[in-house]
């Protein structure tokens, strides 16, 4: 008998049962972190781009919970000053991803399958994962099977504009008390540009930008929002949910990404014409 949504988004809220190894991704050459399953060949992996001024400590336990689900978690600590490029962070989510695939990970030879990529990201980090998912979509072969954002912010060149170049799955988390980057002209912009037909937009209620942050940073001073567990705690089963679901072709959790959720109904969503 399938699983009702409610009890899938109580499954995944709690950890994996894979034990998580984190690394450097420093030790080859790029500042960041990776998490990743301690065992497990031919594993999915995600790149996620960090938020403006935020480091990759910030979404520590966002990491640690996707690699608990046996999903490779890298995120650069590149780009993190107060004008960053967006180009720039985009190429090193992409470079996360070839690292990932071709250095070997762990102790027990941990891999990456190439053909189970995706891309994640928060504020302008997810504007970035956007921008990289464009450049890939144009690629001769590309990796990239879905993105997801969460609280994504514009970015320059767009993201929204970007986006029309994209057709793989993707979801877009705003938050309705999101001063920084409101949904309209943000997320919302983001999906509506959406290249392919399987895209949704959900708004998380009781939400700030920072509420998917760990923590606390000095940019909280500047910066409306605060972390906020109930915000952590949706996106990581959500994210949980799209990408083993769109990475490793398990339908298992399908039925959580096509259902209304409490405080994360779905306020835009396109399915992809019957075959």
């Known amino acids: 008998m399938a699983s009702k949504p409610k009890q899938l988004l109580a499954e995944l809220t709690h950890p994996g049962p894979h034990e998580v190894l984190r690394?450097?991704?420093?030790l080859v050459g790029l500042p960041g972190v990776v998490f990743t399953p301690r065992a497990g060949l031919g594993l999915p992996a995600v790149a996620f781009g960090h938020g403006w001024l935020q480091p990759p400590e910030r979404y520590r336990e966002l990491l640690r919970h996707l690699a608990s689900w046996g999903i490779v978690a890298a995120a650069p600590a590149t780009q993190r000053g107060?004008?960053?490029?967006?180009?720039?962070?985009?190429?090193?989510?992409l470079t996360a991803l070839d690292v990932v695939t071709t250095v070997r990970l762990g102790p027990d030879g941990i891999s990456v399958d190439p053909g189970k990529l995706g891309l994640a990201g928060h504020s302008t980090g997810g504007g970035s994962a956007v921008l990289a998912a464009a450049q890939d979509a144009v690629a001769e072969k590309p990796r990239i099977r879905a993105v997801a954002t969460i609280t994504a912010a514009q970015t320059l060149p767009p993201a929204h504009?970007?986006?029309?170049?994209?057709?793989?799955?993707?979801?877009h988390l705003?938050?309705?008390g999101d001063l920084v980057a409101p949904a309209v002209g943000h997320a919302e912009a983001i999906a509506t540009s959406w290249g392919g037909d399987d895209v949704q937009l959900r708004l998380l209620g009781k939400a700030s930008h920072l509420g998917v942050t760990e923590g606390k940073h000095w940019s909280q001073l500047i910066m409306h929002g605060k972390p906020h567990r109930g915000t952590q705690q949706l996106t990581r089963a959500l994210f949980t949910a799209f990408f083993l679901t769109h990475l490793t072709g398990t339908d298992k959790y399908r039925p959580l990404l096509e259902a209304d959720v409490k405080r994360a109904p779905i306020e835009r969503e396109e399915e992809p014409a019957a075959q």
């Open 174 to 176: 705003a938050a309705d």
């Open 82 to 93: 107060p004008l960053p490029s967006h180009r720039l962070l985009a190429a090193d989510l």
């Open 23 to 26: 690394g450097n991704l420093a």
């Open 161 to 171: 504009e970007a986006a029309k170049a994209i057709t793989v799955p993707g979801m």
